[in-house]
Nanobody, 114 residues
Framework: VQLQASGGGVVQAGGSLRLSCEAS????????MGWYRQAPGKQRELVAV???????KYADFVKGRFTISRDNSKKNVYLQMNSLNSEDTAVYYC?????????WGQGTQVTVSS
């Protein structure tokens, strides 16, 4: 499984961004897709994940600001981010997981300017 993320950029505090991730290859073993992020000097952390059956999980810091979605093909995952603040500045990674294996995209930089 290969993952290609896009949609990062620079946005002012309070603004919005939408991240996209397209998967290629066999998705047979994949049962969830999601987003993680890593800020400078910090560990990578979960942002949001959505399973094939539609269940979602969000990090507490999302607080209703972010929404994860997947398309019907289950090969694309999106992250709508609203009310961004400086603490959201990080590299955002697309993730796919299944049968104990994890796959990662190359990361897309999100920078929130105050």
């Amino acid at each position: 499984v290969q993952l290609q993320a896009s949609g990062g950029g620079v946005v002012q505090a309070g603004g919005s961004l939408r991240l996209s991730c397209e998967a290629s290859g066999s998705m047979f073993s994949i049962n969830s897709m999601g987003w993680y992020r890593q800020a400078p000097g910090k560990q990578r952390e979960l942002v949001a994940v959505k399973t094939n059956d539609g269940s979602t999980k969000y990090a507490d810091f999302v607080k209703g600001r972010f929404t994860i979605s997947r398309d019907n093909s289950k090969k694309n995952v999106y992250l709508q981010m609203n009310s961004l603040n400086s603490e959201d500045t990080a590299v955002y990674y697309c993730n796919a997981e299944g049968f104990g294996r994890q796959y990662w995209g190359q990361g897309t930089q999100v920078t929130v300017s105050s």
